[in-house]
Protein backbone atom coordinates (compact mmCIF):
# COMPACT_ATOMS: atom_id res chain seq x y z
CA UNK A 1 0.00 0.00 0.00
CA UNK A 2 2.78 2.54 1.25
CA UNK A 3 4.66 1.72 -2.19
CA UNK A 4 1.52 2.33 -4.24
CA UNK A 5 1.23 5.57 -2.55
CA UNK A 6 4.45 6.61 -3.34
CA UNK A 7 4.01 5.49 -6.89
CA UNK A 8 1.50 7.91 -7.22
CA UNK A 9 3.70 10.45 -5.63
CA UNK A 10 6.45 10.05 -8.45
CA UNK A 11 3.59 10.16 -11.16
CA UNK A 12 1.72 13.46 -9.84
CA UNK A 13 5.23 14.84 -9.72
CA UNK A 14 6.38 14.12 -13.24
CA UNK A 15 2.58 15.41 -14.17
CA UNK A 16 2.83 18.80 -12.56
CA UNK A 17 6.55 19.43 -13.94
CA UNK A 18 5.52 18.38 -17.69
CA UNK A 19 2.23 21.22 -17.13
CA UNK A 20 4.74 23.63 -15.58
CA UNK A 21 6.88 23.23 -18.36
CA UNK A 22 4.22 23.64 -21.03
CA UNK A 23 2.46 26.24 -19.30
CA UNK A 24 5.64 28.26 -19.57
CA UNK A 25 6.23 27.26 -22.95
CA UNK A 26 2.37 28.56 -23.58
CA UNK A 27 2.83 31.86 -21.28
CA UNK A 28 5.92 32.98 -23.52
CA UNK A 29 3.88 32.55 -26.92
CA UNK A 30 0.96 34.61 -25.23
CA UNK A 31 3.80 37.38 -23.98
CA UNK A 32 4.95 38.09 -27.51
CA UNK A 33 1.65 38.21 -29.26
CA UNK A 34 0.76 40.83 -26.44
CA UNK A 35 4.01 42.47 -27.00
CA UNK A 36 5.81 41.42 -24.01
CA UNK A 37 8.60 39.40 -25.16
CA UNK A 38 12.18 40.99 -24.84
CA UNK A 39 15.51 39.92 -24.18
CA UNK A 40 16.03 41.12 -21.26
CA UNK A 41 13.98 43.78 -18.89
CA UNK A 42 16.74 46.76 -20.09
CA UNK A 43 16.22 45.79 -23.56
CA UNK A 44 14.50 48.39 -25.71
CA UNK A 45 16.11 47.54 -28.82
CA UNK A 46 14.27 48.68 -32.69
CA UNK A 47 13.87 45.03 -33.02
CA UNK A 48 11.45 44.34 -30.45
CA UNK A 49 9.68 47.98 -30.88
CA UNK A 50 8.96 47.45 -34.11
CA UNK A 51 7.90 43.41 -33.99
CA UNK A 52 5.51 44.57 -30.89
CA UNK A 53 1.95 43.18 -32.01
CA UNK A 54 -0.75 45.48 -32.51
CA UNK A 55 -4.60 44.62 -32.78
CA UNK A 56 -5.14 46.95 -35.14
CA UNK A 57 -4.14 47.35 -38.64
CA UNK A 58 -0.50 47.93 -39.35
CA UNK A 59 2.38 46.55 -41.46
CA UNK A 60 5.39 45.80 -39.57
CA UNK A 61 7.59 46.12 -42.66
CA UNK A 62 8.15 49.14 -44.31
CA UNK A 63 8.08 47.45 -47.81
CA UNK A 64 4.54 46.45 -47.34
CA UNK A 65 1.96 48.58 -48.89
CA UNK A 66 -1.83 48.94 -50.21
CA UNK A 67 -2.85 46.80 -47.57
CA UNK A 68 -6.49 46.34 -48.34
CA UNK A 69 -9.12 43.71 -46.82
CA UNK A 70 -13.02 43.91 -47.78
CA UNK A 71 -15.62 42.44 -48.73
CA UNK A 72 -14.52 39.61 -51.91
CA UNK A 73 -17.55 40.81 -53.77
CA UNK A 74 -17.32 44.29 -52.88
CA UNK A 75 -13.91 46.31 -52.28
CA UNK A 76 -15.66 49.05 -51.14
CA UNK A 77 -17.33 47.38 -48.35
CA UNK A 78 -16.34 47.12 -45.14
CA UNK A 79 -14.37 43.75 -43.67
CA UNK A 80 -17.86 42.54 -41.42
CA UNK A 81 -19.29 39.56 -42.62
CA UNK A 82 -22.25 37.27 -41.01
CA UNK A 83 -21.27 34.07 -39.03
CA UNK A 84 -21.98 30.93 -40.67
CA UNK A 85 -22.58 32.64 -44.06
CA UNK A 86 -21.35 32.36 -47.87
CA UNK A 87 -19.46 35.05 -47.73
CA UNK A 88 -16.04 35.30 -47.77
CA UNK A 89 -12.65 38.59 -47.10
CA UNK A 90 -10.53 39.05 -48.98
CA UNK A 91 -6.79 40.21 -48.19
CA UNK A 92 -4.43 41.91 -50.75
CA UNK A 93 -1.42 43.50 -50.34
CA UNK A 94 2.25 44.16 -52.28
CA UNK A 95 5.52 43.47 -51.06
CA UNK A 96 8.23 46.28 -53.01
CA UNK A 97 11.46 44.16 -51.76
CA UNK A 98 10.19 42.08 -54.58
CA UNK A 99 11.83 38.98 -53.14
CA UNK A 100 9.66 35.94 -52.09
CA UNK A 101 8.66 35.60 -48.87
CA UNK A 102 7.32 32.71 -46.97
CA UNK A 103 4.10 33.68 -45.36
CA UNK A 104 1.84 32.40 -43.19
CA UNK A 105 -1.52 33.76 -41.08
CA UNK A 106 -3.54 32.85 -38.11
CA UNK A 107 -6.85 34.55 -36.43
CA UNK A 108 -7.05 36.00 -33.37
CA UNK A 109 -10.18 36.09 -31.79
CA UNK A 110 -10.74 39.32 -29.82
CA UNK A 111 -13.23 41.56 -27.44
CA UNK A 112 -14.99 44.60 -27.75
CA UNK A 113 -12.03 46.54 -27.17
CA UNK A 114 -9.93 44.84 -29.68
CA UNK A 115 -7.72 42.99 -27.00
CA UNK A 116 -7.27 39.66 -26.93
CA UNK A 117 -9.99 37.25 -25.52
CA UNK A 118 -9.05 34.36 -23.40
CA UNK A 119 -10.56 31.54 -26.15
CA UNK A 120 -8.07 29.00 -27.38
CA UNK A 121 -7.68 28.83 -31.02
CA UNK A 122 -9.68 25.63 -31.16
CA UNK A 123 -12.53 27.40 -29.08
CA UNK A 124 -13.09 29.73 -32.01
CA UNK A 125 -11.58 27.99 -35.25
CA UNK A 126 -12.59 24.10 -37.04
CA UNK A 127 -9.19 22.87 -39.64
CA UNK A 128 -6.15 24.69 -39.70
CA UNK A 129 -4.99 27.14 -37.05
CA UNK A 130 -2.27 27.96 -39.16
CA UNK A 131 -2.02 28.34 -43.12
CA UNK A 132 0.53 29.36 -46.04
CA UNK A 133 -0.27 32.27 -48.48
CA UNK A 134 0.02 30.51 -51.30
CA UNK A 135 -1.76 32.81 -54.20
CA UNK A 136 0.91 35.78 -55.46
CA UNK A 137 2.03 37.19 -58.67
CA UNK A 138 5.22 39.28 -59.95
CA UNK A 139 4.54 42.43 -61.11
CA UNK A 140 4.06 43.02 -65.01
CA UNK A 141 5.52 46.01 -67.14
CA UNK A 142 5.68 48.01 -63.79
CA UNK A 143 8.61 50.32 -63.20
CA UNK A 144 7.92 49.60 -59.03
CA UNK A 145 8.84 46.02 -59.14
CA UNK A 146 6.46 43.78 -56.27
CA UNK A 147 4.75 40.74 -55.22
CA UNK A 148 1.39 41.00 -54.91
CA UNK A 149 -0.11 38.60 -52.20
CA UNK A 150 -3.65 37.59 -51.43
CA UNK A 151 -5.81 35.35 -49.59
CA UNK A 152 -9.55 34.73 -49.25
CA UNK A 153 -10.98 33.43 -45.88
CA UNK A 154 -12.96 31.74 -44.14
CA UNK A 155 -11.71 28.94 -46.58
CA UNK A 156 -11.66 25.16 -46.54
CA UNK A 157 -8.85 24.88 -44.59
CA UNK A 158 -10.03 26.92 -41.71
CA UNK A 159 -13.34 27.77 -40.39
CA UNK A 160 -14.34 30.58 -37.17
CA UNK A 161 -17.33 29.11 -35.25
CA UNK A 162 -17.36 32.03 -33.12
CA UNK A 163 -18.57 35.80 -33.97
CA UNK A 164 -16.41 38.75 -32.66
CA UNK A 165 -14.01 41.14 -33.52
CA UNK A 166 -10.90 39.35 -35.29
CA UNK A 167 -7.41 39.94 -35.98
CA UNK A 168 -5.83 38.24 -39.15
CA UNK A 169 -2.19 38.07 -38.28
CA UNK A 170 0.14 37.25 -41.05
CA UNK A 171 3.86 36.24 -40.46
CA UNK A 172 7.25 35.41 -42.35
CA UNK A 173 8.73 32.03 -42.23
CA UNK A 174 6.54 30.43 -40.04
CA UNK A 175 7.92 32.36 -37.47
CA UNK A 176 5.43 34.46 -35.11
CA UNK A 177 8.05 36.91 -33.91
CA UNK A 178 8.97 38.12 -37.67
CA UNK A 179 5.27 39.96 -38.08
CA UNK A 180 4.54 41.22 -41.84
CA UNK A 181 0.92 42.62 -41.29
CA UNK A 182 -2.12 42.95 -39.05
CA UNK A 183 -5.63 43.85 -39.82
CA UNK A 184 -8.88 43.61 -38.31
CA UNK A 185 -11.98 42.12 -39.09
CA UNK A 186 -15.70 41.32 -37.54
CA UNK A 187 -17.93 38.29 -37.71
CA UNK A 188 -21.62 38.61 -36.64
CA UNK A 189 -24.78 37.15 -35.60
CA UNK A 190 -28.44 38.10 -36.25
CA UNK A 191 -29.38 37.54 -32.66
CA UNK A 192 -31.47 41.19 -32.04
CA UNK A 193 -32.98 43.30 -34.39
CA UNK A 194 -31.49 47.16 -34.80
CA UNK A 195 -33.37 49.83 -36.13
CA UNK A 196 -31.63 52.69 -36.86
CA UNK A 197 -32.46 56.33 -37.82
CA UNK A 198 -29.77 59.27 -39.10
CA UNK A 199 -31.68 63.20 -38.30
CA UNK A 200 -30.79 66.35 -38.05
CA UNK A 201 -29.24 67.20 -34.30
CA UNK A 202 -31.80 67.87 -31.53
CA UNK A 203 -29.67 70.70 -30.26
CA UNK A 204 -29.92 73.98 -32.36
CA UNK A 205 -26.44 73.95 -31.88
CA UNK A 206 -25.88 71.46 -33.62
CA UNK A 207 -28.63 71.48 -36.10
CA UNK A 208 -26.46 73.16 -39.22
CA UNK A 209 -23.35 71.20 -38.85
CA UNK A 210 -24.29 67.63 -37.52
CA UNK A 211 -25.75 64.31 -37.59
CA UNK A 212 -27.68 62.34 -34.76
CA UNK A 213 -27.76 58.66 -35.17
CA UNK A 214 -31.11 57.05 -32.90
CA UNK A 215 -31.46 53.65 -32.31
CA UNK A 216 -33.77 50.95 -31.01
CA UNK A 217 -32.51 47.20 -30.62
CA UNK A 218 -35.12 45.08 -30.38
CA UNK A 219 -34.03 41.69 -28.62
CA UNK A 220 -37.75 39.82 -28.86
CA UNK A 221 -36.83 35.91 -28.41
CA UNK A 222 -33.27 36.51 -26.76
CA UNK A 223 -32.79 37.09 -23.51
CA UNK A 224 -30.90 39.92 -22.06
CA UNK A 225 -30.53 39.84 -18.67
CA UNK A 226 -28.77 42.95 -17.69
CA UNK A 227 -28.89 45.12 -20.73
CA UNK A 228 -26.85 48.16 -19.42
CA UNK A 229 -23.93 45.81 -18.36
CA UNK A 230 -23.88 43.37 -20.63
CA UNK A 231 -24.22 45.65 -24.09
CA UNK A 232 -21.61 47.61 -25.41
CA UNK A 233 -22.21 49.31 -28.20
CA UNK A 234 -19.91 51.00 -31.32
CA UNK A 235 -21.69 53.03 -33.73
CA UNK A 236 -19.21 54.22 -36.74
CA UNK A 237 -19.38 57.05 -39.32
CA UNK A 238 -17.68 55.62 -42.71
CA UNK A 239 -16.63 52.42 -40.46
CA UNK A 240 -13.25 54.63 -39.33
CA UNK A 241 -12.26 53.60 -35.62
CA UNK A 242 -10.46 56.50 -34.51
CA UNK A 243 -14.05 58.36 -34.43
CA UNK A 244 -16.44 56.25 -32.96
CA UNK A 245 -18.78 56.43 -30.41
CA UNK A 246 -18.67 53.26 -27.40
CA UNK A 247 -20.39 52.03 -24.72
CA UNK A 248 -23.68 53.92 -24.99
CA UNK A 249 -26.48 52.67 -22.54
CA UNK A 250 -30.24 52.51 -23.37
CA UNK A 251 -31.82 55.80 -22.46
CA UNK A 252 -34.94 54.09 -22.26
CA UNK A 253 -36.34 50.15 -21.99
CA UNK A 254 -39.61 50.30 -23.31
CA UNK A 255 -40.83 45.58 -22.86
CA UNK A 256 -38.40 44.18 -25.37
CA UNK A 257 -37.03 47.45 -26.94
CA UNK A 258 -33.76 49.45 -25.79
CA UNK A 259 -34.35 52.89 -26.87
CA UNK A 260 -30.88 55.10 -27.62
CA UNK A 261 -32.20 58.46 -28.23
CA UNK A 262 -29.67 60.69 -26.96
CA UNK A 263 -29.58 64.51 -27.70
CA UNK A 264 -25.32 65.06 -27.52
CA UNK A 265 -23.76 61.65 -27.06
CA UNK A 266 -24.98 60.09 -30.72
CA UNK A 267 -23.78 63.45 -32.45
CA UNK A 268 -21.21 63.40 -35.16
CA UNK A 269 -19.83 66.22 -37.40
CA UNK A 270 -21.09 65.76 -40.47
CA UNK A 271 -17.87 66.87 -42.49
CA UNK A 272 -17.59 67.37 -45.87
CA UNK A 273 -17.43 65.16 -48.94
CA UNK A 274 -13.94 63.60 -49.40
CA UNK A 275 -11.87 65.20 -51.88
CA UNK A 276 -10.59 62.56 -54.89
CA UNK A 277 -7.72 62.19 -57.60
CA UNK A 278 -8.28 59.56 -60.30
CA UNK A 279 -4.60 58.18 -61.27
CA UNK A 280 -5.62 55.04 -63.24
CA UNK A 281 -3.99 56.11 -65.98
CA UNK A 282 -0.18 57.48 -66.56
CA UNK A 283 -1.17 59.00 -70.56
CA UNK A 284 -4.20 61.37 -69.49
CA UNK A 285 -4.38 63.87 -66.99
CA UNK A 286 -7.69 63.51 -64.91
CA UNK A 287 -9.38 66.62 -63.84
CA UNK A 288 -7.59 67.15 -60.40
CA UNK A 289 -4.01 66.31 -61.73
CA UNK A 290 -2.08 69.18 -62.84
CA UNK A 291 1.23 67.33 -64.20
CA UNK A 292 2.65 64.70 -64.45
CA UNK A 293 6.56 64.00 -64.15
CA UNK A 294 8.67 60.64 -65.07
CA UNK A 295 12.04 59.52 -64.57
CA UNK A 296 14.22 56.37 -64.86
CA UNK A 297 13.47 55.70 -60.94
CA UNK A 298 9.86 56.84 -60.32
CA UNK A 299 6.64 58.57 -61.88
CA UNK A 300 5.33 61.32 -59.97
CA UNK A 301 1.56 62.95 -59.98
CA UNK A 302 1.01 66.86 -58.91
CA UNK A 303 -1.99 67.37 -57.35
CA UNK A 304 -3.94 70.19 -58.33
CA UNK A 305 -3.30 72.85 -54.86
CA UNK A 306 -6.21 72.42 -52.66
CA UNK A 307 -8.07 74.79 -50.95
CA UNK A 308 -9.19 75.41 -47.50
CA UNK A 309 -13.43 74.33 -47.41
CA UNK A 310 -13.95 75.28 -43.54
CA UNK A 311 -16.27 78.31 -44.46
CA UNK A 312 -17.01 77.82 -47.88
CA UNK A 313 -21.48 75.99 -48.51
CA UNK A 314 -21.75 72.48 -49.01
CA UNK A 315 -21.40 71.57 -52.34
CA UNK A 316 -22.57 67.81 -53.59
CA UNK A 317 -19.71 65.24 -54.64
CA UNK A 318 -19.85 62.03 -55.64
CA UNK A 319 -17.61 59.83 -53.31
CA UNK A 320 -16.62 57.08 -51.53
CA UNK A 321 -16.32 58.20 -48.31
CA UNK A 322 -12.90 58.11 -47.72
CA UNK A 323 -11.93 54.52 -49.91
CA UNK A 324 -9.96 53.69 -52.16
CA UNK A 325 -9.23 51.02 -55.07
CA UNK A 326 -6.70 49.51 -57.34
CA UNK A 327 -7.09 50.73 -61.12
CA UNK A 328 -5.00 50.61 -64.12
CA UNK A 329 -6.53 51.59 -67.48
CA UNK A 330 -3.44 50.12 -69.62
CA UNK A 331 -3.45 46.80 -67.84
CA UNK A 332 -5.09 43.03 -67.80
CA UNK A 333 -5.07 42.67 -64.51
CA UNK A 334 -5.12 45.82 -61.54
CA UNK A 335 -3.19 44.19 -58.82
CA UNK A 336 -0.41 43.00 -60.97
CA UNK A 337 -0.05 45.83 -63.70
CA UNK A 338 -0.54 49.02 -61.39
CA UNK A 339 2.75 51.02 -60.99
CA UNK A 340 3.48 52.74 -57.96
CA UNK A 341 3.49 56.77 -58.46
CA UNK A 342 4.74 59.42 -56.10
CA UNK A 343 1.41 61.90 -55.24
CA UNK A 344 2.14 64.92 -54.24
CA UNK A 345 0.02 66.98 -52.53
CA UNK A 346 -0.53 71.12 -51.66
CA UNK A 347 -2.79 72.91 -49.51
CA UNK A 348 -3.05 76.54 -49.76
CA UNK A 349 -2.90 78.16 -46.26
CA UNK A 350 -1.63 82.35 -45.58
CA UNK A 351 -0.32 81.07 -42.16
CA UNK A 352 0.56 78.28 -40.53
CA UNK A 353 -0.64 76.52 -38.08
CA UNK A 354 1.26 76.90 -34.87
CA UNK A 355 -0.87 74.64 -32.52
CA UNK A 356 -0.50 71.55 -34.41
CA UNK A 357 0.33 69.49 -37.45
CA UNK A 358 -1.83 68.97 -40.58
CA UNK A 359 -2.08 65.26 -41.91
CA UNK A 360 -3.39 63.72 -45.42
CA UNK A 361 -6.12 61.66 -44.43
CA UNK A 362 -8.34 58.57 -45.44
CA UNK A 363 -8.21 54.73 -46.21
CA UNK A 364 -4.62 55.74 -48.03
CA UNK A 365 -3.55 56.16 -44.62
CA UNK A 366 -5.31 53.56 -43.47
CA UNK A 367 -6.94 55.97 -41.26
CA UNK A 368 -3.84 56.98 -39.19
CA UNK A 369 -1.63 59.64 -39.13
CA UNK A 370 1.32 58.63 -40.30
CA UNK A 371 4.69 60.28 -39.93
CA UNK A 372 4.90 60.27 -44.03
CA UNK A 373 1.33 61.65 -44.19
CA UNK A 374 2.03 64.37 -41.76
CA UNK A 375 2.38 68.26 -44.00
CA UNK A 376 4.83 70.75 -43.54
CA UNK A 377 4.80 74.66 -44.79
CA UNK A 378 6.47 76.06 -47.53
CA UNK A 379 6.79 79.63 -46.63
CA UNK A 380 7.74 80.68 -49.95
CA UNK A 381 4.64 79.67 -51.18
CA UNK A 382 2.16 79.33 -48.07
CA UNK A 383 1.52 76.11 -48.83
CA UNK A 384 1.21 73.05 -46.96
CA UNK A 385 3.07 70.11 -48.99
CA UNK A 386 3.81 66.10 -48.54
CA UNK A 387 3.96 62.75 -50.78
CA UNK A 388 2.78 59.40 -50.58
CA UNK A 389 3.81 56.82 -52.59
CA UNK A 390 1.12 55.13 -53.99
CA UNK A 391 -0.72 52.42 -56.45
CA UNK A 392 -2.84 53.36 -59.53
CA UNK A 393 -6.04 53.84 -58.54
CA UNK A 394 -8.80 56.21 -57.66
CA UNK A 395 -8.42 57.74 -54.38
CA UNK A 396 -10.15 59.79 -51.54
CA UNK A 397 -8.69 62.02 -48.77
CA UNK A 398 -8.94 64.97 -46.58
CA UNK A 399 -6.66 67.06 -44.84
CA UNK A 400 -6.98 66.46 -40.69
CA UNK A 401 -5.62 68.63 -37.86
CA UNK A 402 -3.90 67.19 -34.46
CA UNK A 403 -3.78 69.69 -31.81
CA UNK A 404 -0.31 69.84 -30.03
CA UNK A 405 -1.38 67.58 -26.73
CA UNK A 406 -4.26 65.60 -28.01
CA UNK A 407 -4.86 62.21 -29.03
CA UNK A 408 -7.87 62.63 -31.63
CA UNK A 409 -7.73 65.00 -34.90
CA UNK A 410 -9.96 67.30 -36.04
CA UNK A 411 -11.28 67.01 -39.95
CA UNK A 412 -13.45 70.25 -39.43
CA UNK A 413 -10.45 72.86 -39.45
CA UNK A 414 -9.64 72.70 -42.79
CA UNK A 415 -12.78 70.79 -44.46
CA UNK A 416 -15.81 72.14 -42.31
CA UNK A 417 -18.93 70.27 -42.07
CA UNK A 418 -22.44 69.94 -42.86
CA UNK A 419 -25.20 68.37 -41.81
CA UNK A 420 -26.55 67.41 -45.93
CA UNK A 421 -23.08 65.82 -46.23
CA UNK A 422 -23.26 61.96 -47.58
CA UNK A 423 -22.09 59.64 -45.02
CA UNK A 424 -22.16 55.69 -44.05
CA UNK A 425 -22.79 54.42 -41.07
CA UNK A 426 -22.76 51.41 -39.07
CA UNK A 427 -23.55 49.97 -35.90
CA UNK A 428 -22.27 46.51 -33.73
CA UNK A 429 -24.06 45.26 -30.59
CA UNK A 430 -21.76 43.00 -28.41
CA UNK A 431 -23.09 41.17 -26.06
CA UNK A 432 -21.48 38.96 -22.91
CA UNK A 433 -23.72 37.21 -20.45
CA UNK A 434 -22.97 36.39 -16.83
CA UNK A 435 -20.56 34.28 -16.64
CA UNK A 436 -19.13 34.45 -20.25
CA UNK A 437 -15.74 35.10 -20.83
CA UNK A 438 -15.47 36.46 -24.48
CA UNK A 439 -17.61 39.42 -26.52
CA UNK A 440 -19.91 37.75 -29.18
CA UNK A 441 -20.98 40.43 -31.68
CA UNK A 442 -25.08 39.59 -31.56
CA UNK A 443 -26.21 42.19 -34.10
CA UNK A 444 -24.68 44.48 -37.41
CA UNK A 445 -26.36 46.70 -39.35
CA UNK A 446 -25.16 49.25 -41.88
CA UNK A 447 -26.88 52.32 -43.39
CA UNK A 448 -26.65 55.61 -45.27
CA UNK A 449 -27.41 59.27 -44.16
CA UNK A 450 -29.13 60.39 -47.07
CA UNK A 451 -31.66 57.47 -46.71
CA UNK A 452 -32.91 60.77 -44.05
CA UNK A 453 -32.07 63.71 -46.18
Not at 11 to 18: A, D, K, T, V
Not at 124 to 133: A, C, K, L, P, R
Not at 227 to 255: C, E, H
Not at 331 to 340: E, K
Request: net charge negative; with cysteine.
Amino acid sequence: MLLRFFALCIIFFIHHLSFAQKNKKNQKNIDFIEGKEHKNESDSSDYYKKNYLRYDNFAYQPEIKTVLLTLKTDELMPPIIRLNSEDQLLLRFDDLSAEFKNLSYTFIHCNADWQPSILSETEYMQGFTENFITDYTYSLNTLQKFIHYQVEFPNSNTRLTRSGNYIIFVYQDNNKEKPVLTRRFILYEDKVQIIPRVKRPTLTLYRNYKQEIDFTINHSGYPLINPYSDLKVVVMQNFRWDNAITNLKPLFIKGEDLIYDYEEENVFPGNNEFRNFDIKSLRFQTERINRYVFTDTAHHAYLITDDKRSYTRYSTIRDINGNYVVRVQEGADNNRDADYVWVHFRLNMPLPLTTGNLYVFGALTDWTLKEEAKLKYDERTETYYTSLYLKQGYYNYIYTFLEDGKTGSDDTVVEGMHFETENDYGILVYHRPPGRYFDEVIAFIRFNSMSTF
